[in-house]
């Protein structure tokens, strides 16, 4: 055995890695005598204890065998010839660039028009703060308890007092099912429904729900969004279990479904054995009149309705929820009743509170003036701007479209934004890389004009922001 040197501060751990170096390299060889933890201490200048540690963790990582009154012995290791160990230079992993922190993303603009929830200054810190506080005061221990697969009752007591009052949809808590987002749940509707089904995704639209059907196992049919919604003509060509829409208004075009073409989608779901995913992502934030009639409250066997947290709190929370058809709550049982629920049970409790305080709404109301001033502001600016454009706006959620028809394409657009400080997409950003079904000529039409067509975003906009878009216009 060559000389060892144990100049490290842990010389147990040294003598280990030089005798396991000199057994992978051959230098001792399978089935060769170790010298006496004596004679090795003795030879090395360090404690018969150090060595022991030293032969034990060889022995517990199989390097060395044990013969009772004869020693301990190399073992055969098949090591490939090129393994080489790290050295001192190389002990630690080269440094990965970190992805650039969303405030230098802010710094590089002046506003951003594509970002899809509310400022952080608006986020209610005190009353979430003060309501932990009373989660950890009441709840203590219970804290820490496994969370039922569904999630914590109290929770789906509220949210379903919550749907009632907000949506006027009258559901079971039980069958209302707590999710980390919508992107979770998204995956958990392919296993209820069976991987390998088609699910009709609305197109354009954002880009996230298609993609993550096909990760989970579905394959999706892109069904062209008309003025009323989706095609619903394409629709009942498919052989699709579901069809994902938002029906109170679609992103990104901001299309409303009226009550003729709901009620078509209701009556193909019921004759094709199917179901109707709604998401109703932004029905809190309606600027004009009350939020509209949900297909949940039209059709409760038939609709499987999904809402989040994250534009009216934060998307970093995860929360989410759905409601399940009776038929599909007892097959999710089945599926995870074994399973625990992964959103934390201490945020669930904070959430629960918030909306039986009517701290949650409240919330809402106060977003809402903040967006109706926002969006105020920021018609005025367009019509200023570029007095012939046309403007898409039902007054519904916290974005609209509009339309440039001098420009050259969506691309030009979003350079001429860029110079200002803007960032911001258009229409033509929102559709599949897969060919649409053929729409005739209307659909065709409706294509070349999504190239001029810029979706305005304006849910993390501030009045500060539109100060300095102001100053530089002006300029």
Same mark, same amino acid.
């Given at each position: 055995?060559?000389?060892i040197?144990l ?5 147990y751990?040294?003598?280990y890695?030089s005798i ?5 390299s051959?230098r ?17 200048g ?6 022991? @540690? ?7 990582e +199989?390097?060395?065998?044990?013969r ?13 010839a090129?393994?080489?160990f790290?050295? %001192?230079?190389h ?5 990965i ?12 603009y002046?506003?951003? /028009?594509?970002?899809?929830?509310a400022?952080a ?8 703060? &003060? ?7 009441d709840?203590?221990?219970?804290? !820490?308890e ?19 009052r907000a ?7 039980q069958?209302i099912i707590?999710g980390?987002g919508?992107?979770? !749940?998204y995956?958990?509707?392919?296993q209820?429904?069976?991987?390998g089904?088609?699910?009709?995704a609305e ?8 993609a993550?059907?096909?990760l ?7 069904v ?13 060509k ?6 994902h829409?938002s ?6 075009? +901001?299309?409303v479904?009226?009550?003729s ?12 054995d ?8 932004d ?9 509209l009639?949900? /297909?949940?409250? /039209? ?6 309705? #999904?809402?989040?947290?994250?534009k009216?709190l934060a ?7 759905m409601?399940l ?8 049982l089945?599926?995870?009743g074994?399973?625990a629920?992964?959103? %934390?049970?201490?945020?669930? &409790?904070?959430?629960? /509170? ?7 709404e409240?919330?809402?109301?106060? @977003? &809402? ?6 969006r ?17 706006d ?11 028809p ?6 030009? #657009?979003?350079?001429y934004a860029?110079k200002?400080?803007?960032?911001? &997409? ?9 060919? @649409?079904?053929?729409?005739?000529v209307?659909?065709?039409?409706? !294509?070349?004009?999504y190239?001029?067509t ?7 906009v ?14």
């Amino acid at each position: 055995m060559r000389k060892i040197d144990l100049n490290g501060k842990n010389k147990y751990y040294t003598l280990y890695k030089s005798i396991r170096g000199e057994i992978l390299s051959g230098r001792i060889r399978a089935g060769e005598r170790l010298p006496s933890k004596r004679a090795l201490a003795q030879e090395t200048g360090v404690s018969v204890v150090t060595v022991q @540690l030293a032969y034990e963790q060889l022995l517990a990582e +199989g390097y060395i065998t044990s013969r009772q009154r004869s020693g301990y012995f190399a073992e055969n290791i098949d090591c490939p010839a090129q393994t080489q160990f790290p050295t %001192p230079k190389h002990r630690y992993p080269r440094h990965i660039p970190m992805p650039m922190p969303e405030n230098a993303e802010q710094q590089r603009y002046i506003l951003d /028009l594509v970002k899809g929830y509310a400022p952080a200054e608006l986020f209610p810190f005190s009353t979430w703060a &003060k309501l932990m506080r009373t989660v950890l005061a009441d709840c203590g221990e219970h804290l !820490l308890e496994r969370v039922p697969c569904c999630g914590d009752i109290q929770l789906q007591n509220a949210v379903a007092a919550y749907l009632y009052r907000a949506r006027g949809i009258s559901v079971e808590p039980q069958h209302i099912i707590i999710g980390a987002g919508a992107e979770h !749940l998204y995956g958990v509707l392919v296993q209820l429904l069976g991987r390998g089904k088609l699910f009709a995704a609305e197109a354009p639209c954002y880009g996230k729900i298609p993609a993550v059907y096909t990760l989970y196992g579905a394959e999706v049919a892109h069904v062209a969004v008309t003025e009323a919604g989706i095609d619903l003509d394409e629709v009942e060509k498919l052989s699709a279990s579901a069809v994902h829409v938002s029906p109170s208004h679609q992103f990104p075009t +901001g299309a409303v479904m009226p009550a003729s073409a709901r009620s078509r989608l209701i009556a193909w779901a019921n004759k094709s054995d199917g179901y109707i995913i709604e998401d109703d992502y932004d029905s809190e934030f309606r600027l004009e009149g009350k939020p509209l009639q949900s /297909l949940a409250a /039209l059709c409760p066997d038939r609709v499987i309705y #999904i809402n989040t947290f994250s534009k009216s709190l934060a998307p970093s929370m995860r929360l989410g929820y759905m409601v399940l058809p009776p038929a599909l709550y007892g097959e999710y049982l089945r599926l995870y009743g074994q399973s625990a629920n992964i959103v %934390p049970l201490f945020e669930q &409790k904070t959430l629960a /509170l918030m909306l039986d305080g009517g701290y949650f709404e409240r919330l809402i109301s106060r @977003l &809402k003036n903040h967006y109706r001033g926002i969006r105020k502001r920021i018609l005025q600016m367009l019509c200023e701007l570029c007095p012939e454009c046309e403007i898409s706006d039902n007054g519904g959620g916290a974005h609209f479209t509009v339309k440039f028809p001098r420009a050259q394409s969506g691309l030009q #657009i979003k350079q001429y934004a860029e110079k200002l400080g803007i960032k911001i &997409k258009c229409l033509c950003d929102y559709l599949p890389q897969a060919p @649409l079904p053929k729409a005739g000529v209307e659909y065709a039409e409706r !294509l070349h004009s999504y190239q001029k067509t810029a979706v305005i975003n304006y849910s993390g906009v501030t009045h500060a922001r539109l100060d300095a878009i102001a100053v530089k216009l002006r300029k």
